[in-house]
């Protein structure tokens, strides 16, 4: 499987994702920048989940449908083409970092996959969910890592 490069202009990778971003801030989604993926590209899948979460892992974005042309999402923008799907939070779109005080610093995986053919999603799906969908129907992949501590 071949690669995606996932970047930031708000953080580096394995750097502290900045309050603005963040549920004790704006609470806007982060700009995102990515790189083209391979031929046969149906739609791009992106993600935002933290493991570290006390009860497993939690989904803080998901967006479906992205447009395989598109090069990256703007600050609180919905990527283009892409349908947002209902957070661990049970809001529709993005929520971000909001670890429970004291719970120390959490990571949070952006992920971006190009598939093959649209996931079969419904309802409220789960990180667990997406990473069953997936299955089969990726054809590269990218990943950008951010911390947030409370």
Known sequence: MTGIELSSAAFGDHQAI?????????DISPPLTWSSPPDGTAELVLACEDPDAPDGAFLHWLVTGIDPASD???????PPGGTEWPNGFGR???????PPPG??????????WAVSQPLPL????TADTVHRALAGRELAS???MGTYQR
């Open 18 to 26: 900045p309050r603005r971003y963040t549920g004790e801030g704006e």
């Open 72 to 78: 990256g999402a703007e600050e609180g923008r919905t």
């Open 92 to 98: 529709t779109g993005w929520g971000g970092p909001l």
């Open 103 to 112: 719970h120390g610093r959490h990571r949070y995986f952006f992920r971006l």
């Open 122 to 125: 419904t309802g409220r799906p």
């Open 142 to 144: 990218g990943a950008l």
